[in-house]
């Protein structure tokens, strides 16, 4: 089955930066976009950035100029670069694939279990 697996995150300092990655796995037809959103304690899920498979992304205002999002179309990886985290950045990030999977005959959202980002000094 379609999974899909974050990793990177951790306790990193103000100002610091971090590389996550979301590794998609299993029967998968086509992707057609994959997206990075957080969710920070008492808070609602929110988008952090979007990337399309044809290689168009666009992010948050929230991290607009600190946030970078890119793939590896071979490997059906993606990556979010941050820069510049704040204590405000605290959450998990989870991955989220727009996708079709092998013999389904639907195209379906699947997430990934989330990785935890702590901004602490």
């Known amino acids: 089955q379609v999974q899909l697996v974050e990793s990177g995150g951790g306790v990193v300092q103000p100002g610091g930066s971090l590389r996550l990655t979301c590794a998609v796995s299993?029967?998968?037809?086509?992707?057609?976009?994959m997206g990075w959103y957080r969710q920070a304690p008492g808070k609602q899920r929110e988008l952090v950035g979007m990337?399309?498979?044809?290689?168009?992304?666009n992010v948050a205002d929230s991290v607009k100029g600190r946030c970078t999002i890119s793939k590896d179309k071979d490997k059906n990886t993606v990556y979010l670069q941050i820069d510049g985290l704040q204590p405000e950045d605290t959450a998990v990030y989870y991955c989220?694939?727009?996708?079709?999977?092998?013999?389904?005959?639907?195209?379906?959202?699947?997430w990934g279990k989330g990785t935890p980002v702590t901004v602490s000094s």
């Open positions: 989220k694939g727009d996708l079709h999977a092998t013999g389904s005959p639907y195209r379906m959202d699947y």
């Open positions: 299993g029967p998968i037809f086509s992707i057609f976009a």
């Open positions: 990337i399309t498979f044809g290689g168009s992304t």
